[in-house]
Nanobody
């Protein structure tokens, strides 16, 4: 079993930046993909950004150019910096880890609220 613990988030003004971090512990398999999803009001949970151990990244179109994901695979850590925050970025952000054909693991989520 894998535990994912998120930190960061909170209340941020529009135009500002935030940093989210996540640490994985437990039975973390190598060659995994770590990243962030979010659930915004009225929408299904969606991918924000993810990175595999080789450094290959995927970003949602909505954050492209504003987000930077990074990871420390040795420490099983992943971070997300999101700049130029918009009201539409408000939501619950979930850390995510998947490896091979195993069911993905999720963090409990951290609330991000962008104020005008």
């Amino acid at each position: 079993q894998v535990q994912l613990v998120e930190s960061g988030g909170g209340l941020v003004q529009a135009g500002g930046s935030l940093r989210l971090s996540c640490v994985a512990s437990g039975n973390v398999l190598p060659f995994n993909v770590m990243g962030w999803y979010r659930r915004t009001p009225g929408k299904e949970r969606e991918l924000v950004a993810e990175m595999d151990v080789g450094g290959h990244t995927t970003y949602a179109d909505s954050v492209l150019g504003r987000a930077t994901i990074s990871r420390n695979s040795t420490r099983n850590m992943v971070s997300l910096v999101l700049n130029s925050l918009q009201l539409a970025d408000t939501g619950i952000y979930y850390c995510h880890l998947r490896a091979g054909l195993f069911a993905p693991d999720w963090g409990q989520g951290t609330q991000v609220t962008v104020s005008s």
